[in-house]
């Protein structure tokens, strides 16, 4: 409806790296001294944190991502950064009433037969408004903040310089492609078109699965920075945490067929898998998702590496590990490489490789899970030479580390092998190929 976009403007670039340069410039001091002189590396961790935590916006979520990700970061850095917390202050009614205006027009209001002053949640990128339509219908209202394109581009460019004052001394891991990675999947949360194609996207796969339900949009209130889409009550997953076990096993199922049928089917996922972006409903019998900015589609290829590598783990093939690293796109993978990056593959894949009822993870916190193995990975791979992880892997990784802490958070139990082996059934790459095409034509995401 707006024709004035706003778009990745210089002026709104330096703006707002003049308003979080004070923040960060006594976090880069910090980090300088400490890396110069040999100090404590987790002091100037907290600095880092505390400057991002002063921010918001962009670079904290950039950040938040970074801390997920096993080896994206020292461990004093990943421990700091993961502390960052996601909720922001919500933006008062004379922002949502500009905003409005500016999307659906002078008369907007009449367009609805309620709207909520109050945002019933706010993030760093944007905030939620309930309101209902003149036919009754609940509906969520999702506003981006303003200039979040300038920011995104600005914040991320601070990030890269950031990444550089440590990555001379942590030559384990190169992340130079980590972070455009997590820039681009930004870039796309900031596209809300997008985001209601994600939406469509996932009910269709999501069709034969009636313990989830994927919020419909209203395309004729929404824009690229305005999505309206039905409001799913249900209850945050936090308070079924004490539940009896067949309630937090149905929730575990759920959540591991919303993630893990898109992937082997269709070869997408849904790469923030916390618990925030989840609903429970029916006393744990369904799951309502809630959030499609964060969503990586991947070629045939990568997934076709995924399954591969659970084979060749299960068979000790070590041929077929190295072919699989390699169709994600690892390089000179030697013996030694597998070797080390076994270690944390059969970490991640063991429940999948164990037929029995199981936790994920016996004896680790939700907050802890793959910190362990991640950090005795980067110290091999220290030894062994600078190792550049490709970009189709980083949310990968860091979605399966995301959903491992849920399990972990929801203390499940249940046959992780068994659900990942119904959702091969009839695996082939060529269809998976030929599905993937069609589902992205039908949902205009090509």
């Not at 100037?44 to 080896?71: E, N, S």
């Not at 922001?88 to 008369?107: I, K, Q």
């Not at 959030?291 to 070590?318: E, H, K, T, W």
Request: some cysteine; overall charge negative; proline content about 4%.
């Amino acid at each position: 409806m707006s024709d004035d976009r706003e778009r990745n403007r210089l002026s709104g670039r330096i703006a707002r790296v003049a308003q979080v340069g004070t923040n960060l410039t006594a976090a880069a001091a910090s980090i300088g001294a400490n890396r110069l002189f040999g100090g404590d590396q987790v002091a100037a961790a907290r600095a880092l944190r505390d400057a991002l935590g002063r921010t918001r916006g962009p670079l904290m979520k950039v950040a938040q991502m970074l801390a997920t990700i096993p080896d994206a970061l020292p461990p004093g850095w990943a421990e700091e950064l993961a502390t960052l917390q996601a909720n922001a202050p919500s933006m008062g009614w004379p922002f949502v009433r500009r905003r409005m205006r500016a999307e659906l027009g002078d008369g907007w209001e009449a367009r609805f037969a309620s709207f909520e002053r109050e945002a019933a949640h706010a993030a760093s990128l944007g905030q939620v408004h309930r309101a209902t339509l003149p036919d009754g219908r609940q509906v969520a209202c999702k506003l981006q903040y303003p200039d979040m394109s300038s920011a995104v581009e600005a914040d991320v460019g601070q990030l890269r310089s950031m990444l550089g004052l440590f990555r001379a001394a942590e030559r384990a891991i190169d992340p130079t492609d980590m972070v455009e990675e997590l820039a681009d999947r930004l870039r796309e949360e900031l596209d809300y078109t997008r985001e209601a194609r994600h939406m469509a996207l996932y009910r269709s796969l999501l069709a034969g699965e009636p313990g989830i339900t994927v919020p419909e949009t209203v395309d004729e209130l929404s824009t690229s920075r305005l999505i309206t889409m039905g409001w799913l009550d249900g209850a945050p997953i936090t308070q079924f945490l004490k539940s009896d076990l067949a309630a937090r096993n149905s929730i575990a199922t759920n959540l591991f067929k919303a993630w893990w049928v898109p992937m082997t089917g269709t070869g997408v996922i849904h790469g923030d898998p916390h618990l925030g972006n989840y609903a429970v409903r029916a006393g744990g019998e369904g799951l309502n998702l809630l959030d499609f900015g964060c969503v990586r589609i991947f070629p045939a290829s990568f997934v076709s590496g995924v399954v591969q590598l659970y084979r060749a783990l299960g068979a000790d093939d070590l041929d077929g590990c190295v072919a699989a690293y390699e169709t994600w796109g690892f390089t000179h993978v030697t013996k030694e490489l597998v070797g080390i990056l076994n270690l944390w593959a059969r970490f991640i894949y063991g429940p999948l490789l164990d037929d029995r009822v199981r936790s994920v993870a016996d004896g680790i916190s939700p907050g802890e899970y793959g910190r362990k193995e991640a950090f005795a990975v980067r110290d091999l791979l220290r030894r062994h030479g600078t190792v550049k992880i490709p970009r189709e892997f980083v949310f990968m990784d860091r979605a399966a580390i995301g959903l491992g802490a849920a399990f972990l958070h929801l203390r499940a139990e249940l046959n992780f092998h068994q659900l990942f082996e119904a959702s091969l059934d009839g695996f082939d790459i060529d269809a998976l190929a030929a599905r993937q095409a069609a589902s992205l034509a039908e949902t205009g995401l090509q």
